[in-house]
């Protein structure tokens, strides 16, 4: 029994989240479906990185274990029975005890936010219709590295074993005029901590009067260990999982 590590992207428009759900279609569940049709054997696919419906991602993965040998046919096979919103970018044949979610080193998401309606845009970014103060909210990110219990930003009910999260990297950046994202690197993410930290970052933004009242009042949220100060309110179409990390001997030349 061979296990291979299957690399895939996705918009998350159409699609009641990534995990399999009885009656609900979603990423999980067709590509399994698609994994099945080509090798004509039942398959159960392990996911890295769980995201809501409406949640997008350029790449996630999948292991899976099977006797066949996967070549490059498959995976042309497989892309040609998935619908358009989802690719497979590629398979690896990976070690039997490598893990799609116990061996990923860190996620990388971004959330984008425009001030501006656009129709290009509806289904990928939150549209925001008031002044972003850029520089206060960057020095609100620049905050987040240094702290570790992010409780505040958990949903409640999410059944997590731990709060901690080491954040590597917490930034806002303009895109364009009128466009802005916020890009968030961690080894874990706890449930709806992303969009809860865009949605309170904006809404203490707007409510303070100078930069450093705001990152006062963003730090006293973060260590209150108080969800129902958080913001969750952010709509998913902004959210993007980018980048799912893994050790270098662990995913090897695609196949």
């Known amino acids: 029994m061979s296990r291979y590590f299957i690399e895939v992207g996705y918009e998350g428009t159409t699609f009641c989240g990534f995990q399999i759900q009885d009656g ?4 999980q569940s067709v590509v399994t479906s698609a ?19 409406g949640v997008h991602a350029r790449q996630n993965f999948f292991h899976f274990d099977t006797d066949i040998s996967i070549t490059p046919k498959h995976l042309y096979s497989i892309n040609s029975i998935l619908p358009p919103t989802v690719v497979v970018h590629a398979v690896y044949a990976v070690g039997a005890d490598s893990h799609a979610r116990f061996d ?13 309606k656009d129709p290009f845009l509806m289904d ?5 219709p008031f002044p972003v103060p850029l ?25 997590n074993k731990t709060n901690i999260c080491a954040i590597e990297l917490s930034s806002w950046q303009a895109v364009s005029p009128n466009s802005f ?24 933004a707007r409510q303070s009067e100078s930069k450093e009242a705001a990152v006062a009042a963003f730090r006293a949220v973060i260590v ?7 913001d969750f309110s952010t709509p998913a179409k902004g959210l993007v999982l980018e980048t799912v990390a893994y050790p270098v001997d662990v995913l090897n030349s695609p196949i």
Not at 124 to 128: D, I, M
Not at 140 to 152: G, I, N, R, T
Not at 181 to 204: H, Q
Not at 224 to 230: F, G, I, T, V
């Open 104 to 116: 990923a080193l860190a996620r990388t998401y971004t959330y984008t936010v425009t001030t501006k």
């Open 224 to 230: 209150a260990k108080d969800p129902s100060l958080c």
């Open 135 to 159: 520089e206060t909210l960057q020095a609100m990110a620049l905050e987040l590295p240094h702290h570790q219990d992010f409780e505040s930003f958990s949903k409640k009910n999410a059944g």
């Open 35 to 53: 994994l099945q049709m080509v090798l004509k054997e039942a398959c159960s696919l392990t996911g890295s990185s769980r995201t809501d419906s």
């Open 24 to 27: 609900q279609e979603t990423v």
């Open 181 to 204: 994202t916020y890009t968030v690197r961690a080894n874990r993410f706890l449930r709806g901590m992303v969009r809860g930290l865009v949605g309170t970052m904006l809404r203490i």
């Open 124 to 128: 990928k970014a939150w549209h925001f």
